[in-house]
């Protein structure tokens, strides 16, 4: 499928090149949008109705911000993605794809496929804050973090727990450390924002990261 | 601290005959008590099968086969661990069950006798309360399967003095297994995270934000995880994470460890994992189809 990109600055999602950004042509029936200004990128797609699918790159932001909402039946050929980056650790090959409840099904076809033929790993998920793999994830490193505080075990032993006995490749600290805690105190603070859960208020260790950096 | 040599095993379900297992090809002299023959019978043959195989895979050759199963002896008669040095319980997680149990064996087993409970949702100083010996008493939670897991939980009690528990963290290393130490305290480490991030993803599906089988691809090409949270949870059953959950949160009523209601349904529904061919994913033939 081919497929045109419109680059509005730094990409969390591509920060280097990649099969993604390297197989774009001048033209195509679907656009990706990707950088730190999609509100303008989105704008600046010509004849934008006429294209299978609008993709664009999404923050911690729901893709509501850029296309509006229409009680509970927005939806149209723009959908939103980001790939799954922890701090300024290699981005993962996982790619979050965003529909609305409108969303039309080509559309949604047309921007999976382009993303699986890039050699990247789809997940579809609904418009909310932290999408799929965040708002899962938060809760359990900020408790893992807190249990820390608490003398729940050591550092080590509480990693080593996670991966001998779930297979994870990585505790949770030496995930934190190797990523950033302060990245870590970001992404949580604004699902807190957003979602009102106490499971994202910052841990403290988070926190004191943050304040220091 | 006297050295162990002679270990029992109290409780023949799969964790004590896992556990049973790992003892007796370490080389300790391993017993297995049971009330149930029938259970005994059960795991002789298990374990005998196992070994096969693992002479099969190359990690044991057959001469040593014979001297572990040698070493490896059931038996109906509590008695008989006055031959031990450290007895490790693995029986129904109720409280007042091991209370009788341990009561019993302080009784007949030697002053020198380590207690150890496998238990992973229950106190190990209240357990050891009723021991009679919560000096000598320690926590020592096996992962299932305990023949082929190496991470061990240890945790000692209020009372557990510190040479029972090295001595017991000595034993456990002694075993080939991976200690860690924990605070006695609910779910431990393991328990602890992997409960509530089960219920969270569960809550996810409840709130609509994806597919269960999105959110496992999600979370295995995010994370690296060899296994999604949904295809975990048909492989524990709903019929258990709602036990696990009921027991974590009466403790903590921490609000991420309470059951999301969707797993009273899905048990309501027969929908209880791999077991009844349903849960978050549909299984044929044990075959996995996204759901």
Redesign the interface.
């Known amino acids: 499928m081919r497929y045109s990109i419109i680059d509005t600055g730094e990409s969390r999602s591509f920060p280097a090149p990649h099969a993604l950004t390297q197989g774009a042509t001048a033209g195509g029936d679907v656009v990706i949008v990707i950088g730190a200004g999609v509100g303008r990128g989105l704008a600046a797609v010509r004849e934008r109705e006429k294209k299978t699918a609008v993709v664009l790159e999404l923050g911690t932001e729901c893709l509501g911000v850029h296309t509006g909402e229409a009680r509970g039946a927005e939806g149209s050929n723009v959908l939103g993605f980001a790939r799954f980056r922890l701090g300024n650790a290699e981005p993962a090959k996982l790619v979050e794809l965003v529909k609305q409840p409108g969303t039309n099904p080509a559309a949604l076809a047309a921007a999976k496929a382009v993303f699986e033929d890039a050699g990247l790993t789809v997940a579809v998920c609904n418009d909310f804050p932290g999408r799929i793999v965040d708002r899962l994830i938060r809760p359990y490193l900020n408790a893992a973090l807190r249990r820390l505080d608490e003398g729940l075990a050591s550092a080590d032993d509480m990693d080593a727990t996670l991966r001998l006995g779930l297979g994870y490749p990585e505790g949770p600290i030496a995930l934190l450390e190797r990523t950033g805690l302060a990245a870590h105190f970001d992404v949580t603070q604004a699902l807190y924002e957003a979602l009102g859960d106490a499971a994202y208020a910052p841990a403290r260790r988070a926190r004191v990261a943050r304040q220091r950096a | 601290m006297a050295d162990i040599r002679t270990v029992g095993v109290a409780g023949c379900g799969t964790m004590g005959a896992g556990i049973a297992i790992v003892a007796a090809r370490a080389g300790f002299r391993t017993l297995v008590h049971d009330t149930r023959a029938e259970a005994l019978a059960q795991a002789r043959k298990q374990s005998e099968a196992f070994f096969a195989k693992s002479v099969e895979r190359g990690k044991l050759k057959a001469g040593q086969v014979q001297a572990i199963l040698g070493n490896l002896v059931g038996t109906t008669q509590l008695e008989d661990f006055r031959a031990c040095d450290i007895v490790i319980e693995a029986v129904f997680e109720d409280l007042k069950v091991k209370h009788k149990l341990f009561a019993e064996l302080n009784g007949i087993c030697p002053p020198h006798t380590l207690f150890a409970s496998n238990t992973s949702t229950l106190s190990i100083t209240e357990i050891a309360g009723g021991s009679g010996r919560d000096g000598r008493f320690v926590g020592m939670h096996f ?1 299932l399967p305990a023949q082929l ?3 061990v ?1 240890m945790s000692p009690g209020l009372n557990t003095s510190e040479a029972s528990f090295q001595a017991a963290w000595d034993f456990c290393k002694a075993l080939g297994q ?1 200690p ?4 006695d ?1 609910p779910g431990f ?2 328990n ?3 409960i ?2 089960n219920n ?2 569960i809550r ?1 599906v409840e ?5 269960p089988a ?2 496992d ?3 295995k ?7 999604g ?1 949904f295809e975990l949870l048909d492989l524990v059953g709903m019929d258990t994470q709602l036990l696990l959950c009921e027991a974590l949160h009466a403790l903590t009523h921490e ?2 460890a309470a059951c999301p209601p969707l797993v009273r349904r899905m048990i309501a529904a027969g929908r209880l994992g791999r077991k009844s061919g349903r849960g978050f994913h549909v299984y044929r033939d044990a075959k996995m189809f996204g759901a």
């Open positions: 992962c897991m190496k991470l939980e991976h860690v130490k924990t605070q305290s480490i393991l602890y995270f992997l509530p991030f969270d993803a996810l709130a609509g934000v994806a597919e999105e959110i691809k999600a979370v090409g995010a994370m690296g995880y060899a296994m949270p609000p991420r």
